[in-house]
């Protein structure tokens, strides 16, 4: 069965993460893990966020700890939230990825 757990801060244990957003802006709120950085002002970045509703990150840090990282932007009036839970799910292997931390802004 799955639990739902919250916790304070992060962890090497959260290293696969999904944030949601409704608008662009709100990835500057958004606190990740200290040693990973995302650059708002790339223009790349911001169109296929733009275009597909969501981006793939893998972050590897310096003690070798790989972080995938899911920003899914939606529109709350337009979006079918049963079909972005579906897509979601369909982005990991839950056979290796046993725990996702989700952030909502």
Request: proline share 1%; hydrophobic share 40%.
């Amino acid at each position: 069965m799955t639990s739902i757990k919250y916790f304070d801060s992060f962890s090497d244990q959260n290293n696969n993460i999904v944030v949601f957003i409704s608008k662009l802006s709100e990835l500057t709120n958004i606190s990740l893990p200290c040693n990973i950085e995302i650059n708002l002002k790339n223009k790349s970045f911001q169109e296929i966020l733009t275009k597909k509703s969501y981006i793939e990150l893998l972050k590897t840090t310096n003690n070798n700890l790989t972080y995938k990282i899911i920003i899914k932007i939606f529109n709350l009036r337009k979006d079918n939230f049963v079909l972005i839970g579906s897509q979601i799910y369909n982005y990991f292997d839950y056979k290796i990825d046993k725990k996702i931390t989700f952030i909502f802004s």
